[in-house]
Each structure stands twice: as structure tokens, then as C-alpha cells.
């Protein structure tokens, strides 16, 4: 059974940064799709940033030249590097993962996969 553990979540100041992490385990894979999910106070939860194992990344518009995420395949690791965070980042970050395809999207450039894995999520607070 596979398991997703995140770590890295804090409260900072707008402008600061944070790198998340998420370490896998529990699992064997010979392609993955890995990303990184929030839910904001009063809002469904929403994509923010995957990455496949051919190393491909998208990003929400919201992120896009802010956050970067990564994988480290030795160590089972996946990152979310955030920086100049807004108070509008605030949320609970999530870590999930298909571990039986890379990643594919839809024509409107949401997430075609189904994460099959999903962490117990970090807390991110971004004060102004």
C-alpha cells in the first residue's frame, strides 16, 4: 500500500519562501505522475503543480513562475519550491501520486490521471 508523507509546511510572511516535501514509499513504479494539490480556506481543492517521470512539469497560471517542482527518484522525494508567496497561497498542500502512468491532460489542460495515492497534506499560512 502506497504512502505519501509531507513535510515543510509553516507560516510566513508574503514575499517569503518555503520548500515542501514529500517522501514515497511502499510502492513499485515504472511510470508515475506526482503532484502537488491545496485546498484553500472556503474553496475545493485544486492542482497546483505535477510532474510525470519523464520529468515534464505543468503548472497552474496561479504558480507559474513562483513554484517549482521537482523529484528526486533515489531518494523517492517529491519538492514544491514556492517563492515570493502571496497571502492568497495560503492552504493546505497536498502530495499525491499515480504510480501506474506518467502524466496526461485534457484538452482544457486540467489533470486527466487519477491520483491512486494522496499524503495527509501540509499546512501553508502566507501573512501579509
Known amino acids: 500500500q502506497g504512502h505519501l508523507v509531507e513535510s515543510g509546511g509553516a507560516s510566513v510572511r508574503a514575499g517569503g519562501s518555503l520548500r515542501l516535501s514529500c517522501v514515497s514509499s511502499g510502492y513499485t513504479y515504472l511510470a508515475f505522475c506526482m503532484g502537488w494539490f491545496r485546498q484553500r480556506p472556503g474553496k475545493e481543492r485544486e492542482r497546483v503543480a505535477t510532474?510525470?517521470?519523464?520529468?515534464?512539469?505543468n503548472y497552474a497560471d496561479a504558480v507559474k513562475g513562483r513554484f517549482t517542482i521537482s523529484h528526486d527518484n533515489a531518494k523517492r522525494t517529491l519538492y514544491l519550491q514556492m517563492d515570493s508567496l502571496k497571502p492568497e497561497d495560503t492552504a493546505m498542500y497536498y502530495c499525491?501520486?499515480?504510480?501506474?502512468?506518467?502524466?496526461?491532460?485534457?484538452?482544457?489542460?486540467?489533470?486527466?490521471?487519477?491520483?491512486?495515492?494522496w499524503g495527509q497534506g501540509t499546512q501553508v499560512t502566507v501573512s501579509s
Open positions: 499525491a501520486a499515480d504510480s501506474e502512468a506518467g502524466c496526461d491532460y485534457n484538452d482544457d489542460g486540467s489533470l486527466f490521471n487519477e491520483m491512486n495515492f
Open positions: 510532474i510525470g517521470s519523464e520529468g515534464n512539469t
